[in-house]
T-cell receptor
Framework: KQEVTQIPAALSVPEGENLVLNCSFTDSAIYNLQWFRQDPGKGLTSLLLIQSSQREQTSGRLNASLDKSSGRSTLYIAASQPGDSATYLC????????????FGQGTELSVKP | GAVVSQHPSRVICKSGTSVKIECRSLDFQATTMFWYRQFPKQSLMLMATSNEGSKATYEQGVEKDKFLINHASLTLSTLTVTSAHPEDSSFYICSSRIRGYNEQFFGPGTRLTVL
């Protein structure tokens, strides 16, 4: 059974700091891994999707890495801004069912000005 | 990216009434749609998977007679919460997937409050 865990559950940093969010999964046979952002009371915004054959993906100040063998992914946010404050979720597809996502509990990020 | 809409964004109803939530893919044809539920401070939990033209597949513990899902076209799926009770109050989010692609695109969610 695939389980996805994110640590820390909450993180507060001063503006401008670089930070790393962690995601681990128990079954390394994944097709891809996706990072999402969720603002309070809102839906999910896809940030990055890493295919199983890739090691990392970058978008602006965001960089996501994937290490399948160790069952880990990290989301690196450079030069954090107050607008980055949100909950960040990672998710992996379940088995070979083509799309059913298993989510971590999320990391609630607060960037203080 | 692909856009998914949900309607309504917020609904408040009395206990015992039924509520219908729509999920639309606006600029693509979604062969598969997913319905998730999210309780406060918790992550998303999949309720059911809906394929166009076929019956939805429900996750263990989700009552199919209570949460009716219809996926009548490639751009529209509906979730009907029948005889809603306060414990059904939650944030319901749909997502859509295009055949052959792994990425899911999520709607903005619907906040259901049952009094």
């Amino acid at each position: 059974k695939q389980e996805v865990t994110q640590i820390p559950a909450a993180l507060s940093v001063p503006e401008g700091e670089n930070l790393v969010l962690n995601c681990s999964f128990t079954d390394s046979a994944i097709y891809n891994l996706q990072w999402f952002r969720q603002d309070p009371g809102k839906g999910l915004t896809s940030l990055l999707l890493i295919q199983s054959s890739q090691r990392e993906q970058t978008s602006g100040r965001l960089n996501a890495s994937l290490d399948k063998s160790s069952g880990r992914s990290t989301l690196y946010i450079a030069a954090s801004q107050p607008g980055d404050s949100a909950t960040y979720l990672c998710a992996v597809p379940f088995g070979n069912q083509g799309g059913k996502l298993i989510f971590g509990q999320g990391t609630e990020l607060s960037v203080k000005p | 990216g692909a856009v998914v809409s949900q309607h309504p964004s917020r609904v408040i109803c009395k206990s015992g009434t039924s509520v219908k939530i729509e999920c639309r893919s606006l600029d693509f044809q979604a062969t598969t749609m997913f319905w998730y539920r999210q309780f406060p401070k918790q992550s998303l939990m999949l309720m059911a998977t809906s394929n166009e033209g076929s019956k939805a597949t429900y996750e263990q513990g989700v009552e199919k007679d209570k949460f009716l899902i219809n996926h009548a076209s490639l751009t529209l799926s509906t979730l009907t919460v029948t005889s809603a009770h306060p414990e059904d109050s939650s944030f319901y989010i749909c997502s859509s997937r295009i055949r052959g692609y792994n990425e899911q695109f999520f709607g903005p969610g619907t906040r259901l409050t049952v009094l």
